[in-house]
Each structure stands twice: as structure tokens, then as C-alpha cells.
């Protein structure tokens, strides 16, 4: 080819791509993501697709089109859930209907202003605008937690317990409203979530709202824990009818998800990330109940953190032995703060 076909050829493969990119969520986040190496050759990108992030685009596309109303998804950390969902996943869902009224939630301020940075910047990039060039904010607006288009959509950024009054939504998405493992060992950050979640979010919706929420597993009484585990001890199978939950674990997932993401059950969702000689180093040094809820999705592991299953032994009042030839042993976890609320103090 001369450079004149050559140059033909290019601008038919950007093109092609951008075609491409307002219509699936995996073309978009590949041209979204250019090789820097060669940042204007659209055939070449740095996005990296695993076993995971096939599931979470799935989950993303059903819920930013309607096809799902109620949906949860726990996945291990560090997965690139945000990207997926609050960053990228926003923004092309907002390409793909310019007059879509989005909220989203996270666990402070903070993070929601960080996330709301994150989008506005992918919203003003070049390559945003080659792709949906339809989708304009309104001029002057520079916050970080409400941008709106001139077709009447918004992005509200919002962390948890923040008020959201008179914003109707058309899509709620939570992305861990909790913020890390020490937060989650306090029963008011669980509690604060779950009544920010019920009297809050839930007055913005109507009808056709979809609702979607992604997070790690923190403790069996997070948000996906009472509105979806079956394990969970206050389990309504009212309240969970509505709910679809994928419970993603990093190896060993259960056939329906390993068949999404294109694996086998056994199969680590990210080898390269997540070898088997990574997961085991991470086990050997946390808790083990820790590593069950946030690597495998399971807040309390079945054999139990402390106590093993084959060590509690049963007995009859009367088979048991006299308190004289018996020894009595106490233990205790004791919930010390300096704040106004707490866990219990357990003897």
C-alpha cells in the first residue's frame, strides 16, 4: 500500500472501532484505553480483558439497559470493579441515552468527588467525544459531583449518608459503601449503609428504575449480605426475590459464573494477578475469616475462623460429666473504641 491507502486504511479501522464502541461495552472501554505507545493507532489499546471483567460487563450492560431492574455483584479486590461500573461504565451508558439521570453511591465524600473527577475527565477527552459526540455538558459546570447534559441527563456522585432529596434517578448504582475491612468490623458503618440504602436510595426510584450494587464482601451483615445471602440470619426471601447476585470468588466459582466468564468452576478468574501462589501467601497472612470474605465472598468461613467444626462435641444434661471433674474455660473479644458506637464486648 502507498500512504495514501495506508492513511485510508487507518481512518477506516478508527471508523470501524468508534462504530463499534457506542454499541459494546468492551469496544468502548478498548478505544477508551489507547496503547501509549502508539496513542492514534485504534487498533492497539492497553486494556487488559480477564474471566472477571467479561462477567462484569455483562452485569454493567444489562443493568445500564434496562434488562436487569435489581442486580448485586461481590467480586474480590482489586478487580477493577469502579473502572467497570463508575467510571467507564457511566460514561457510556450516559453516551448510549443522553437523557439517563444516574446516581451513584460510595462510602464518603471524598471518593465520590474522586470518582466524579475520574468521569468527568473521560466525559471531555477526545476520545469520548469521537464516540458519542451528541453527549455535551452544560457549559461552566465544573463540580466534581453533579455534571448534567444539555439533553437533560446527570451524574450525581454521592457518598454515604449523604441526602439526595428531589434527584429522581433512573439508574443507582452502589460501589462499596464500605471502605475497607477495619470500617466493616464496625457494626454503625454496616448499620449507617444499610439505612442510607433503605431511606435514602430507595425514595429516588420509580417504576423502571435499575438498581445495582458491587462491592467486596466485608462481613456477613453488609449491604449484598441482608439483601441477598441466604446465610445471612435476618434472610427475607421477599425482600431477596426481586435481587439477582453474583457472588464472584477468586478460584473454585460456582458453574453458572465460571460458565459466564468462560472458565472452568476450579479456574482462578485472574491468574496473572491472582496466581494460586499469590492467594496462598495473602491466606497465610490475614485472618482466615478475612480471606474467606474477601476472596471467596464468604463473610464466615464454614469450618470457622477459630473453632473447628470437628472439635464441638454434643452430649445429653445427662451424660454430663460433674462441674467437679470438669475444666472450665472462658474466652473473651473485647470491642474497645473511643467511639460512640461499637460492636459488643463477647464473654
Known amino acids: 500500500l502507498n500512504e495514501d491507502q495506508k492513511r485510508l486504511m487507518r481512518l477506516l479501522d478508527t471508523e470501524e472501532r468508534r462504530l463499534q464502541a457506542r454499541e459494546d461495552f468492551k469496544a468502548f472501554l478498548e478505544y477508551m484505553m489507547p496503547d501509549p505507545t502508539d496513542f492514534y493507532d485504534v487498533t492497539k489499546t492497553k486494556y487488559v480483558s480477564k474471566p472477571v471483567h467479561t462477567l462484569m460487563r455483562k452485569w454493567w450492560t444489562e443493568l445500564a439497559t434496562g434488562i436487569s431492574l435489581r442486580s448485586a455483584m461481590s467480586v474480590p479486590p482489586h478487580t477493577g470493579k469502579t473502572s467497570h461500573t463508575s467510571i467507564y461504565g457511566v460514561a457510556w451508558a450516559l453516551g ?12 464518603n465524600e471524598t471518593k465520590a468527588k474522586q470518582n466524579g473527577m475520574l468521569i468527568r475527565r473521560v466525559l471531555e477527552s477526545q476520545r469520548y467525544k469521537e464516540i458519542f459526540p451528541e453527549v455535551t455538558l452544560e457549559k461552566g459546570g465544573k463540580s466534581k459531583s453533579f455534571m448534567t447534559t444539555d439533553a437533560g441527563g446527570y451524574i450525581l456522585m454521592a457518598g454515604r449518608g449523604t441526602g439526595i432529596t428531589g434527584n429522581p434517578c433512573d439508574v443507582f ?9 477495619s470500617e466493616a468490623q464496625s457494626t454503625s458503618a454496616l448499620d449507617d449503609a444499610w439505612e442510607w440504602f ?28 441482608r439483601l441477598c445471602d441466604p446465610a445471612h440470619p ?97 474466652a473473651s473479644a473485647h470491642a474497645v473504641t473511643t467511639k460512640t458506637y461499637s460492636n459488643f464486648t463477647v464473654l
Open 173 to 181: 448504582l452502589v460501589d462499596d459503601p464500605v471502605k475497607d475491612f
Open 234 to 330: 435476618d434472610y427475607d426471601p421477599a425482600r431477596a426475590a426481586p435481587w439477582t447476585w453474583l457472588n464472584v470468588k477468586a478460584y473454585n466459582n460456582e458453574p453458572h459464573i465460571a460458565e459466564i466468564m468462560g472458565v472452568n468452576p476450579e479456574d482462578y478468574i485472574w491468574p496473572e494477578k491472582f496466581s494460586p501462589e499469590r492467594l496462598a501467601q495473602i491466606q497465610m497472612t490475614m485472618p482466615p475469616e478475612a480471606f474467606s470474605a474477601l476472596y471467596m465472598g464468604r463473610p464466615v468461613p464454614e469450618e470457622g475462623g477459630f473453632f473447628k467444626k470437628e472439635m464441638i462435641q454434643t452430649y445429653k444434661p445427662e451424660h454430663r460429666p460433674a462441674l467437679k471433674d470438669m475444666t472450665i474455660y472462658a
Open 96 to 107: 448510549t441515552r443522553p437523557d439517563i439521570k444516574f446516581m451513584v453511591g460510595t462510602y
Open 198 to 225: 433503605t431511606a435514602t436510595v430507595q425514595q429516588r426510584m420509580h417504576n423502571l428504575s435499575r438498581i445495582g450494587i458491587i462491592h467486596t464482601r466485608w462481613a456477613d451483615n453488609d449491604l449484598i449480605g
